[in-house]
């Protein structure tokens, strides 16, 4: 499986971006995936996560209420919206997935990654 994520940018704060994560490969839709950031200087940290069937998520506490993850395996795709985006959300964001269904918040339990997708949040 390949992950291609893209949509990051630059925003000012308050404001919104979803961010999007197109996997190659059938199989995708078995697979549980995740949102992780690494912001400068930091290492990279869960940020939400889905189960293969989009119906179980799971998100960190610290975008909880601000961030929404869901996919449509039709397109084997997976989607991180980001609203009332803060300074402290600038990072690199990378999708991930892992050879199984549930829902996991640890970066060894990933199997797949991408390249990542820069958001710059501006006070």
């Known amino acids: 499986v390949q992950l291609q994520a893209s949509g990051g940018g630059l925003v000012q704060a308050g404001g919104a971006l979803r961010l999007s994560c197109v996997a190659s490969?059938?199989?995708?839709?078995?697979?549980?995936v995740g949102w992780f950031r690494q912001a400068p200087g930091k290492e990279r940290e869960f940020v939400a996560t889905?189960?293969?069937?989009?119906?179980?998520?799971y998100y960190a506490n610290s975008v909880k209420g601000r961030f929404a993850i869901s996919r449509d395996n039709a397109k084997t795709t997976v989607y991180l919206q980001m609203n009332s985006l803060k300074p402290e959300d600038t990072a690199v964001y990378y999708c991930a997935a892992r050879r199984s269904t549930g829902l996991a918040t640890t970066l060894p339990s990933y199997d797949y990654w991408g390249q990542g997708t820069l958001v710059t949040v501006s006070s």
């Open positions: 490969g059938r199989t995708f839709s078995t697979y549980a």
């Open positions: 889905i189960s293969w069937n989009g119906i179980s998520t």
